[in-house]
């Protein structure tokens, strides 16, 4: 008797005596006991504590994985991929008697920690299913749309997607991170990159986006999410064969441009979230047969306007609020 129920422990139990030099850090099972235990305390929804109210410390709540990702009233404390621009790793590896440095009172994070929270943030900080707190979060905020997209971490659809695939040079590289871009390899050792330009999004524009044409058979996921690119730079994420990922989020492209990227063949994951699309682009996406999640929330699109292409493209999963 083999029915799935039974199948799927011995999957896992062969995952975790597979000999690998890449385990992914595990946010729920390595890094939240420590953070609960010693940041929480400061850093949670508001709350009455003796008769007082409590506010979290710098508007920053630890406690959820959408608040994290919001970030504190100075902005920003988490960069996917670039813990040397994440408040939330700076401020434990400052030295104990800086003004900055966390925990400011109570038990440090153990140097086991830190090295997890570094690598956590370097593999593109991803929680998993770990939500937390859902108190104050905004309405629509759904953690799925908030996260970095992560493509099936899954060996054997990366092989496939790696074949013929070169490794960018440095000079390639150099020319991207020169632009401004930040390129990250999807797993180690893969010539398949993540690119974003989160630690400057104002100065990323459309000749930004151009700057990384060079690099388009190794781009797989592409963050561009509240950068000030127009439609123009749509055209060449048109020509991005590999790409499955790209987040658009709160940019000021429009339906005209989305018709650039019908030729995505691999796309799976579209991010349109705080943008003026409304239907008449999301006609054009339903030319995209590969996509399986696209997330509208707070664009112009409407209900029957999505329900048209959920029929035109099966198993599409929309966010719409
Ligand atoms: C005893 C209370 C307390 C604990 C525990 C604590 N913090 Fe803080 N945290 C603060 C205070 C107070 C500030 C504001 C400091 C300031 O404005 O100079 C702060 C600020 C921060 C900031 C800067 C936010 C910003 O953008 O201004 C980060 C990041 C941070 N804490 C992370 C952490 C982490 C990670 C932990 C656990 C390892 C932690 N904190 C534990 C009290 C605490």
Redesign the pocket.
Known sequence: MSTPAFRLPLIISVCLIAPSAYTAVNFEKDLLPA?TK??V???KAPHVENGQKKVP??G?R?DASWAILK?????P?LTPGVPAKS??YE??TLPKDD??H?????ED?TKEEITLLKKWIEEGADFGGWVGSVEGMPAGAMTESARPYKPRAHDLFYSALEKDVKPLSDELLAKAKAAGAQVAPVKVDSPLVRVDFLTGVSKCDDAKVAAILPLKENIVQLDLGRTVITDAALKIIGQLPRLIALDLRQTKITDVGIESLIGLKKLESLNLYGTEITDAGLKHLAKLKSLKNLYLWQSKATKPGVKQLTAAIPGLKVSIE
Request: charged share 20%.
């Open positions: 953070l010693k940041c305390d400061c850093h410390k710098a920053l630890l970030g504190s009233e100075n902005g404390v408040g939330i401020s434990v003004d900055g966390m925990p400011s009172k109570g994070l």
